[in-house]
């Protein structure tokens, strides 16, 4: 029992990366690649947090009588993570916007025998 | 209990990424991938990170969905099906899974305070941050004093970002005729968001100032406030919102932030210290921390909110653009 806890984020981390991964590969809409990629993105987020985690800590903000705090390294490199990842989601949009006004579609299948139009 | 909890929540995460992969309606995805961040959020917080928490709800759930819908309201809500056999995606992705599987297994047991993560650095900004910084919030006290170097970084990616999408979008022009948009007809929507945008943007400012001693600071404050104007735009329309913060209101905005960080570092360089040192900012170490990491969370804070506004007035010029025609 102990090893599957002692695991069990890690796997489930390892899911969701998966997940995102096949999304990426093998959706063709480009919106959907998109969360996919998002996706894939919180699987590392949720990593790092794990990793973070003590067990018995509480959050680190400083209060009297707590002696265990969990790390906040992992926290802050996360926070502003999740700031630029939505920053260069909306960068990965608007191409899709820009893709769609030039070609008419975004699936991926139809747009890659169109002749350059950028 | 907090495992239990762990357990669950993580197992609704890996329904909830499973079915974004078989659903083919576009509108359902991206409302899956919003409660998708709201469970990462409450993830977030089981594990003791509630400043990430924070930042996931705001963000995640909020802007993120927002953007996605207006992506959608000018590409197509229908993922068209696709003929082509999905065995050799599939193969890849059992085998780089099953490799990080057999990974995982080395990994250090989930929560020991012995594992090599805890030993590090983490015990020092532990310790003495709370008297060196003097702040009882930690991950403000790392996130904008001791790497400080890493966030003005990342404030300057926001930066960038925001410009890479209006060169690709462009902005709104301002003096357009103001033409019936939003959900003017909607009464009830029009009192109740009327109601409650003082309020998100008093809770932005509350964020941005309390973040030093609670969950909070400038990141999310930025993003709750240009959430309270996107939810302005939507109710009343694009033309009156940009009457409100004008695009080019924005545009000086994002690059005064960037300047509010990097002046710090820069005053700082003058007072002969390195760069982003605050110590030397006031004549007690403690008291220059504290004007230094305002300084920057107020750099931070209106860097993020004119980016995510000016993203937003973009998509939605876009999707206003297409209505007309």
């Not at chain 2, 995982?104 to 900004?125: E, I, K, S």
């Not at chain 2, 001693?213 to 939810?231: D, E, K, R």
């Not at chain 2, 804070?301 to 998509?315: E, N, P």
Request: hydrophobic share 55%; proline share 4%.
């Amino acid at each position: 029992m102990s090893f599957i806890v002692d695991h069990y984020n890690y796997w489930i981390v390892v899911f969701l990366m998966m997940a995102g991964f096949y999304i990426v590969i093998a959706a063709n809409n480009l919106v959907k690649k998109i969360v996919g990629l998002n996706i894939f993105q919180t699987s590392v987020f949720m990593m790092y947090i794990s990793i973070g985690k003590v067990t018995g800590g509480t959050a680190p903000i400083a209060a009297e009588g707590i002696t265990t705090y969990s790390n906040p390294l992992p926290h802050v490199l996360i926070l502003t993570a999740i700031v630029v990842g939505v920053a260069t989601t909306a960068v990965g949009l608007a191409l899709i916007v820009r893709i769609k006004r030039a070609y008419g579609t975004v699936e991926e299948n139809e747009f890659e025998d169109k002749e350059d139009l950028i | 209990m907090a495992e239990i909890i762990d357990l669950v929540l993580l197992a609704m995460l890996a329904i909830t990424a499973l079915s974004v992969i078989f659903l083919k309606d576009l509108f359902t995805v991206v409302m899956l991938f919003g409660i998708y961040s709201f469970l990462s959020a409450l993830i977030f917080v089981n594990l003791d990170a509630v400043d990430v928490a924070f930042t996931e709800a705001s963000v995640g759930a909020g802007i993120s969905t927002v953007l996605m819908l207006g992506t959608l309201a000018l590409t197509g809500r229908k993922e068209k099906a696709n003929n082509h056999k999905a065995i050799l995606p599939l193969l890849v992705v059992c085998v780089t899974g099953g490799a990080l599987i057999y990974g995982t297994l080395d990994m250090p047991p989930f929560g020991d305070p012995n594992n090599p993560a805890q030993q590090h650095v983490a015990p020092r900004y532990i310790q003495d941050s709370p008297q060196e910084i003097g702040l009882p919030n930690m991950v403000t006290s790392v996130l904008a004093s001791y790497r400080a170097f890493d966030t003005l970084g990342e404030t300057a990616v926001v930066f960038a970002a925001a410009i890479g999408v209006l060169s690709l979008l462009g902005l709104p022009k301002q003096d357009r005729a103001a033409i019936q948009s939003g959900l003017q007809s909607h009464i009830v929507l029009r009192v109740v968001a009327k109601m409650i945008i003082p309020l998100i943007v008093l809770f932005a400012l509350y964020v941005q100032f309390h973040g030093d001693y609670g969950p909070g600071g400038g990141f999310q404050a930025g993003v709750i406030a240009a959430a309270a104007l996107i939810l302005y735009a939507l109710v009343f329309g694009l033309p009156m919102a940009t009457h409100v913060v004008s695009p080019n209101l924005l545009k000086a905005l994002a690059a005064i932030g960037v300047l509010i960080y990097a002046g710090t570092g820069v005053v700082s360089l003058f007072l002969s210290a390195n760069f982003l040192d605050y110590n030397v900012l006031a004549s007690d170490p403690v008291a220059g921390q504290h004007i230094g990491i305002i300084a920057i969370e107020l750099g931070v804070g209106i860097t993020v909110f004119a980016a995510m506004l000016s993203i937003f007035y973009a998509f939605a010029a876009q999707a206003e653009r297409k209505n007309i025609q």
